[in-house]
Each structure stands twice: as C-alpha cells, then as structure tokens.
Nanobody, 123 residues
C-alpha cells in the first residue's frame, strides 16, 4: 500500500484545513488508518485513527472536538478535517495504514506511511 498525504498549508489561528490521504496499490485488503504529526524537535504523536470501515474513530485529547477523521473507501481516501486550528497544531502530518480492522495509537503498529504534509498555523 502506498500512501500520499496532501492538503497541508499555512493558515491563521482559528482557521481550518482538510488533509487527505490517498492509498494506492494493494487497497483491497482491510486496513485501518491513522494520522500522526511531528512538530520540530518533538516526537511523532498520534492525532486520530479510523477503523477499516469507518464505523469507529479515535482522537488524541489535543484535537478532540476540533477534528474529524473520515474515509471514503470507494476512493481509497482518508480525510482529516481540522477546525479551530492553533499554533501548537503546527507540524508535519503523516498518514499511516495498518493491516488490521482496528486503528491503533501506536506508531509501530502501522506498516505503511505517507510522506507527510506540512501544516503551519500562524498566530
């Protein structure tokens, strides 16, 4: 599975962005998807995850209530809608896939990673 993340950019605090993660390759398998982010000088952290059929999702406390993860399996694409963005949301955002039905908050449980898309939130 190859993943392509897109949708990052520069936005003012309070604004919004929608990130996309397009999958290609062996997309017929069941896979859960997670979004992670890495700010400069910090470790990569879990942001949100969605299970293989979109019926269940999970969010980090830092984005809960401000973000929504969704997926369109017909398009092999997962989205992360982020609202009310804050400067502390500035990071490179990565999407990742794991060959499992359920999402995970753990980086090492994901086998496939996209290249990352930069989100910069100005104050």
């Amino acid at each position: 599975v190859q993943l392509q993340a897109s949708g990052g950019g520069l936005v003012q605090a309070g604004g919004y962005l929608r990130l996309s993660c397009a999958a290609s390759g062996r997309t017929s398998i069941n896979y859960a998807v997670g979004w992670f982010r890495q700010a400069p000088g910090k470790e990569r952290e879990f942001v949100a995850g969605i299970n293989y059929d979109g019926a269940s999702d999970y969010y980090a406390d830092s984005v809960k209530g401000r973000s929504t993860i969704s997926r369109d399996n017909a398009k092999n694409t997962v989205y992360l809608q982020m609202n009310s963005l804050k400067p502390e949301d500035t990071a490179v955002y990565y999407c990742a896939a794991r060959v499992a039905r359920e999402q995970s908050t753990l980086l090492y449980e994901y086998q496939y990673w996209g290249q990352g898309t930069l989100v910069t939130v100005s104050s």
